[in-house]
Protein backbone atom coordinates (compact mmCIF):
# COMPACT_ATOMS: atom_id res chain seq x y z
CA UNK A 1 0.00 0.00 0.00
CA UNK A 2 1.93 2.41 -0.97
CA UNK A 3 2.20 5.70 -3.61
CA UNK A 4 2.59 3.62 -6.63
CA UNK A 5 -0.40 1.55 -5.94
CA UNK A 6 -2.46 4.60 -5.50
CA UNK A 7 -0.73 5.74 -8.58
CA UNK A 8 -1.28 3.24 -10.88
CA UNK A 9 -5.13 2.58 -9.64
CA UNK A 10 -5.46 6.50 -11.03
CA UNK A 11 -3.86 5.53 -14.33
CA UNK A 12 -5.39 2.70 -14.59
CA UNK A 13 -8.71 4.32 -14.08
CA UNK A 14 -9.41 1.50 -11.29
CA UNK A 15 -11.22 3.92 -9.55
CA UNK A 16 -14.16 2.16 -8.34
CA UNK A 17 -13.96 3.67 -5.20
CA UNK A 18 -14.80 6.95 -7.12
CA UNK A 19 -18.78 7.73 -6.64
CA UNK A 20 -20.87 8.79 -9.33
CA UNK A 21 -22.44 10.94 -6.89
CA UNK A 22 -21.93 13.34 -3.93
CA UNK A 23 -22.04 10.61 -0.70
CA UNK A 24 -25.69 10.63 0.73
CA UNK A 25 -24.16 10.75 4.40
CA UNK A 26 -22.63 13.94 3.70
CA UNK A 27 -25.35 15.12 2.62
CA UNK A 28 -27.44 13.61 5.80
CA UNK A 29 -24.79 14.51 8.69
CA UNK A 30 -22.58 17.21 7.33
CA UNK A 31 -24.91 19.91 8.86
CA UNK A 32 -24.20 17.90 12.64
CA UNK A 33 -20.83 19.66 12.41
CA UNK A 34 -23.16 23.44 12.27
CA UNK A 35 -20.57 24.84 10.22
CA UNK A 36 -21.65 28.31 8.69
CA UNK A 37 -21.16 28.83 4.59
CA UNK A 38 -18.55 30.31 3.08
CA UNK A 39 -16.09 28.34 6.13
CA UNK A 40 -12.81 26.23 4.51
CA UNK A 41 -13.13 22.52 4.52
CA UNK A 42 -10.69 19.72 4.20
CA UNK A 43 -11.06 17.00 2.22
CA UNK A 44 -7.73 14.31 2.47
CA UNK A 45 -6.65 12.19 -0.25
CA UNK A 46 -9.67 13.58 -1.82
CA UNK A 47 -9.57 12.58 -5.42
CA UNK A 48 -11.56 13.97 -8.05
CA UNK A 49 -15.04 13.45 -5.51
CA UNK A 50 -18.03 15.05 -6.68
CA UNK A 51 -18.46 15.74 -2.47
CA UNK A 52 -15.80 18.69 -3.94
CA UNK A 53 -18.74 19.80 -6.62
CA UNK A 54 -21.49 19.88 -3.58
CA UNK A 55 -19.13 21.64 -1.11
CA UNK A 56 -18.76 25.00 -4.01
CA UNK A 57 -22.34 24.51 -4.96
CA UNK A 58 -23.72 25.04 -1.34
CA UNK A 59 -21.59 28.08 -0.58
CA UNK A 60 -18.38 26.19 1.25
CA UNK A 61 -15.00 26.82 -0.11
CA UNK A 62 -12.52 23.34 -0.26
CA UNK A 63 -8.96 22.52 0.15
CA UNK A 64 -7.94 19.14 -0.29
CA UNK A 65 -4.89 16.90 -0.78
CA UNK A 66 -4.24 14.12 -3.40
CA UNK A 67 -1.54 12.19 -4.19
CA UNK A 68 -2.68 11.46 -8.06
CA UNK A 69 -2.09 14.67 -10.50
CA UNK A 70 -4.47 12.92 -12.94
CA UNK A 71 -7.24 12.68 -10.61
CA UNK A 72 -6.94 16.57 -9.81
CA UNK A 73 -6.71 17.44 -13.72
CA UNK A 74 -10.14 15.31 -14.05
CA UNK A 75 -11.93 17.26 -10.92
CA UNK A 76 -11.30 20.77 -12.46
CA UNK A 77 -12.07 19.65 -15.81
CA UNK A 78 -15.51 18.01 -14.42
CA UNK A 79 -15.84 21.09 -12.68
CA UNK A 80 -15.06 23.38 -15.89
CA UNK A 81 -12.60 25.50 -14.26
CA UNK A 82 -9.35 26.81 -15.13
CA UNK A 83 -7.01 26.25 -12.26
CA UNK A 84 -3.74 28.20 -11.56
CA UNK A 85 -1.42 26.20 -11.52
CA UNK A 86 1.59 26.33 -8.65
CA UNK A 87 5.13 24.54 -7.50
CA UNK A 88 5.22 24.83 -3.52
CA UNK A 89 8.27 22.82 -2.46
CA UNK A 90 7.79 19.15 -2.87
CA UNK A 91 3.76 19.97 -3.70
CA UNK A 92 1.97 21.18 -6.29
CA UNK A 93 -1.04 23.57 -5.87
CA UNK A 94 -4.39 23.70 -8.27
CA UNK A 95 -6.39 26.53 -7.08
CA UNK A 96 -9.08 28.86 -8.57
CA UNK A 97 -11.71 30.78 -6.59
CA UNK A 98 -12.95 29.17 -3.21
CA UNK A 99 -10.95 25.56 -4.17
CA UNK A 100 -7.06 24.81 -3.57
CA UNK A 101 -5.80 21.44 -4.14
CA UNK A 102 -2.44 19.94 -2.88
CA UNK A 103 -1.09 17.33 -5.11
CA UNK A 104 1.63 15.56 -3.66
CA UNK A 105 1.85 13.28 -0.55
CA UNK A 106 0.09 14.36 2.35
CA UNK A 107 2.64 14.20 5.10
CA UNK A 108 4.53 17.06 3.10
CA UNK A 109 1.85 19.30 3.63
CA UNK A 110 2.17 21.46 6.90
CA UNK A 111 -0.18 23.62 8.87
CA UNK A 112 1.49 26.78 7.05
CA UNK A 113 1.06 25.56 3.70
CA UNK A 114 -2.31 24.35 4.08
CA UNK A 115 -3.83 27.78 5.94
CA UNK A 116 -6.91 27.68 8.27
CA UNK A 117 -8.98 25.10 8.34
CA UNK A 118 -12.65 25.29 9.36
CA UNK A 119 -13.74 21.46 9.48
CA UNK A 120 -12.42 18.16 8.11
CA UNK A 121 -14.71 16.01 6.00
CA UNK A 122 -12.61 11.95 5.42
CA UNK A 123 -14.71 10.15 4.07
CA UNK A 124 -11.82 7.90 1.88
CA UNK A 125 -8.71 8.65 3.85
CA UNK A 126 -8.45 6.63 6.97
CA UNK A 127 -9.97 3.83 5.44
CA UNK A 128 -7.13 4.12 2.44
CA UNK A 129 -4.16 3.61 4.68
CA UNK A 130 -2.70 0.44 6.61
CA UNK A 131 -2.76 0.71 10.45
CA UNK A 132 0.72 1.95 10.70
CA UNK A 133 0.09 4.48 8.30
CA UNK A 134 -2.95 5.64 9.90
CA UNK A 135 -1.55 6.10 13.13
CA UNK A 136 0.86 8.59 11.97
CA UNK A 137 -2.11 10.12 9.25
CA UNK A 138 -4.85 10.76 12.42
CA UNK A 139 -1.92 12.85 14.45
CA UNK A 140 -0.63 14.79 10.93
CA UNK A 141 -3.70 15.74 10.24
CA UNK A 142 -5.33 16.30 13.40
CA UNK A 143 -2.03 18.88 13.56
CA UNK A 144 -2.38 20.59 9.83
CA UNK A 145 -5.71 21.58 10.48
CA UNK A 146 -5.30 22.85 13.71
CA UNK A 147 -7.67 20.26 15.89
CA UNK A 148 -10.65 21.56 13.20
CA UNK A 149 -14.12 19.32 13.70
CA UNK A 150 -14.63 16.69 11.67
CA UNK A 151 -17.17 14.38 10.04
CA UNK A 152 -15.78 10.90 9.64
CA UNK A 153 -16.96 7.83 7.88
CA UNK A 154 -15.37 4.88 8.18
CA UNK A 155 -16.41 1.44 7.18
CA UNK A 156 -16.09 -2.31 9.47
CA UNK A 157 -15.83 -5.66 8.75
CA UNK A 158 -14.07 -8.93 9.02
CA UNK A 159 -10.77 -7.90 7.85
CA UNK A 160 -9.97 -12.00 7.83
CA UNK A 161 -12.33 -12.39 4.73
CA UNK A 162 -11.49 -8.88 2.87
CA UNK A 163 -8.32 -7.38 2.05
CA UNK A 164 -8.28 -3.60 2.24
CA UNK A 165 -8.94 -1.06 0.89
CA UNK A 166 -11.09 0.61 1.93
CA UNK A 167 -9.77 -1.09 5.41
CA UNK A 168 -11.53 -2.18 8.99
CA UNK A 169 -11.37 0.16 11.34
CA UNK A 170 -13.41 -0.76 15.01
CA UNK A 171 -14.63 2.38 17.34
CA UNK A 172 -11.70 1.24 19.31
CA UNK A 173 -9.54 2.58 16.83
CA UNK A 174 -11.62 5.36 15.75
CA UNK A 175 -11.18 6.05 19.69
CA UNK A 176 -6.88 5.34 19.80
CA UNK A 177 -6.95 7.74 16.79
CA UNK A 178 -9.03 10.82 18.36
CA UNK A 179 -10.53 10.51 21.87
CA UNK A 180 -7.23 12.36 23.09
CA UNK A 181 -8.06 15.41 21.24
CA UNK A 182 -11.62 15.32 20.33
CA UNK A 183 -15.15 14.72 21.83
CA UNK A 184 -16.44 11.65 19.76
CA UNK A 185 -19.84 10.55 18.83
CA UNK A 186 -21.10 8.05 16.36
CA UNK A 187 -24.01 9.53 14.52
CA UNK A 188 -24.40 5.93 12.67
CA UNK A 189 -23.83 2.71 12.49
CA UNK A 190 -25.95 0.63 9.87
CA UNK A 191 -25.05 -2.55 7.85
CA UNK A 192 -24.47 -1.64 4.18
CA UNK A 193 -27.03 -2.71 1.65
CA UNK A 194 -25.02 -4.62 -0.77
CA UNK A 195 -22.10 -4.94 1.44
CA UNK A 196 -18.49 -4.30 0.76
CA UNK A 197 -16.91 -6.03 -2.35
CA UNK A 198 -19.47 -9.19 -1.60
CA UNK A 199 -19.05 -9.26 1.91
CA UNK A 200 -21.24 -8.36 4.94
CA UNK A 201 -20.20 -4.88 6.41
CA UNK A 202 -21.17 -1.55 8.18
CA UNK A 203 -20.67 1.95 7.62
CA UNK A 204 -20.00 4.03 10.47
CA UNK A 205 -20.25 7.97 10.56
CA UNK A 206 -18.86 10.06 13.33
CA UNK A 207 -18.59 13.50 14.75
CA UNK A 208 -15.22 14.92 16.15
CA UNK A 209 -15.72 17.62 17.76
Same mark, same amino acid.
Given at each position: ??? *? ?13 ? /? ?8 ? #? ?8 ? &? ?10 ? *? ?26 ? +? ?14 ? &? ?8 ? *? ?5 ? /?? +? ?5 ? #????? +?????? /?????? &? ?16 ? /? #? *? ?18 ? #? ?31
Amino acid at each position: MDR *DFWLSRWKENNIAFH /ESEANPLLLK #YFKELSIPKD &SRIFLPLCGKTL *DIAWFLSNGYRVAGAELAEMAIQQLFQE +LGIEPKISKLGKLILF &SAKGIDIFVG *DIFDLSK /EV +LGPVDAV #YDRAA +LVALPY /EIRLRY &SAHLTQITNKAPQLLITF /E #Y *DQTKLAGPPFSISTEEVNLH #YKNTFTIKNLLSQEMESGLKGHSAKENVWKLS
